[in-house]
């Protein structure tokens, strides 16, 4: 069963940058959507960013300008650089992705921006 795994999360002050990472254990090749959600204590799950298709990049609305997703084939991973961290990006970062017929997560990492 494919695996996702992230890495790269932690401790930020606002203003600051972290990059995400997710190594899946099998090609991403092909894949029809990869990307990113995350959840804050008391909140709903909400769409960072993902590619897919042709490849198209969708961000949420709360992190345009500040954060860019990219994927490398060879090595299997996905990346989310994030940039200009505020207080209010800290959440479990999770990563997916879709083939079509599953979907696939990881099992999140912590993303603390400090104020």
């Known amino acids: 069963q494919r695996q996702l795994v992230e890495s790269g999360g932690g401790l930020a002050p606002a203003g600051g940058s972290l990059t995400l990472s997710c190594l899946a254990s099998?090609?991403?090749?092909?894949?029809?959507?990869m990307g990113w959600y995350r959840q804050a204590p008391g909140k709903q799950r909400e769409l960072v960013a993902e590619?897919?298709?042709?490849?198209?990049?969708n961000y949420g609305d709360s992190v345009k300008g500040r954060f860019t997703i990219s994927r490398e084939y060879s090595k299997n991973t996905m990346y989310l650089e994030m940039n200009n961290l505020i207080p209010a990006d800290t959440a479990v970062y999770y990563c997916?992705?879709?083939?079509?017929?599953?979907?696939?997560w990881g099992q999140g990492t912590q993303v603390t921006v400090s104020s």
């Open positions: 099998e090609s991403i090749y092909g894949m029809n959507a």
């Open positions: 997916f992705a879709d083939n079509g017929r599953s979907t696939y």
């Open positions: 590619i897919t298709g042709v490849p198209s990049f």
